[in-house]
């Protein structure tokens, strides 16, 4: 690479207070039963072990998104307005959101992963073969709160589009990591993200739809143990962040679905009894004992267009595969 190539402009947003983060970790693992929240299952390793995941046959909402917006690329370039400044919620890889340029022709690029060093080489190489496209990467947690510090707002502004509409991009069925309570809360400052650019802004969302747990479950828990291994990292980071001293082999994965909540449900289950210890305390967990990591809610398409209805958007269109398995929704401002 030669060094006048263009590199995409990267900001760092305010790193969490670490004393804060590390208070609601320890408070997570002491409850019955006990909860690690799963931003921690991104680091750059986990962010290549969720890669690796999404080739597994079993697991199959990647690729039916895929297959939906190849298949109505030129519709969702419809409904998507011109000259638009594309953002992109979890980029991760950024491949999902490169395989939309072409389409939907967006001005600038903002991608936004709290997995900071993972962002920052896949949009390096990325710009390398976009080069005319104005890429800013922003390493930031929105899980909480979803708002374009000041300096992304200077840079649109410097890349000319500040007044350029804004679509919002949030593949994966991400949003069904979240109850359904903090959905909407997300889609709603989603809503206010739009709003604050041009006319013609909107969300393109993807979403796993409700099915039969004979085919939910193995994506969630596939033969290779890929996702095991995706879920028991979660326990590499938790050792960093609070210097705890879990074994990963002490843990099972354990993939649930849970009907009456319309999720399936990632834990990690103790092995045997152990004691697992922090500086300046510890914590007994039982032989079959539960760490609860993460949600992933299915929804049926009529309840999350209410959803987005709720949030703040206009009557949105949706998208879907040949089995109805997965949808992928335009919800204009
Ligand atoms: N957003 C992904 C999903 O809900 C995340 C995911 C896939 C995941 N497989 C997982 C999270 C296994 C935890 C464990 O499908």
């Known amino acids: 690479m030669s060094s006048d190539a263009p590199q995409p402009h990267f900001l760092q947003s305010h790193r969490e207070d670490l004393h804060a983060a590390r208070a609601e970790l320890l ?11 799963p931003k921690f299952l991104y680091d750059a390793l986990g962010s290549r072990l969720f890669d690796a995941i999404t080739e597994l046959a079993e697991y199959y909402p990647t690729r039916t998104e895929t297959s939906i917006l190849a298949q109505h690329g030129a519709d969702i370039a419809r409904a998507v307005a011109p000259d638009s400044v594309l953002i992109d919620l979890g980029a991760g890889s950024c491949a999902k959101a490169a395989r939309l340029f072409g389409p939907i022709q967006p001005v600038a690029y903002v991608a936004i992963d709290i997995s900071v060093d993972y962002l920052r080489d896949s949009l390096g190489a990325l710009q390398q073969r976009h080069l005319g496209l104005p890429m800013l990467g922003l390493g930031l947690d929105f899980s909480t709160q979803l708002a374009l510090p000041d300096a992304a707002q200077a840079w649109m502004a410097m890349a000319g589009a500040a007044q350029a509409p ?9 949003i069904g990591n979240f109850v359904p309570a903090e959905a909407l809360a997300l889609l709603r400052q989603a809503h206010a993200l739009c709003a604050a ?13 409700m099915k039969s747990a004979a ?24 050792n960093r962040a609070l210097n705890t001293n879990f074994a990963p082999a002490a843990w099972d994965h354990v993939a649930l679905f849970n009907a009456a909540e319309s999720r399936i449900e990632m834990h990690l289950q103790a092995c045997f009894e152990q004691t697992v210890g922090w500086p300046g305390g510890e914590r007994l967990f039982a032989a079959g004992e539960r760490i609860h990591t993460e949600n992933s ?7 999350f267009e209410a959803l987005l209805g709720e949030a703040g958007f206009g009557p949105a269109q949706h998208w879907t595969d040949a089995q109805d398995w997965f949808s992928v929704f335009w919800a204009p401002l």
Do not use: C, H
């Open 27 to 37: 408070a997570g693992l002491q409850q019955s039963p006990a909860r690690v929240e």
């Open 197 to 209: 650019g041009g006319t013609g802004g909107g969300l393109l969302i993807g979403v796993d739809r």
């Open 215 to 238: 085919v939910l479950e193995p994506a969630y828990d596939d033969a290779l143990g890929v996702t095991a291994a995706f879920n028991r990292n979660l326990l590499l980071n938790v």
């Open 166 to 174: 804004r679509t919002v991009f949030y593949p994966g069925s991400s």
């Open 297 to 303: 809610y299915k929804w049926m398409p009529e309840a």
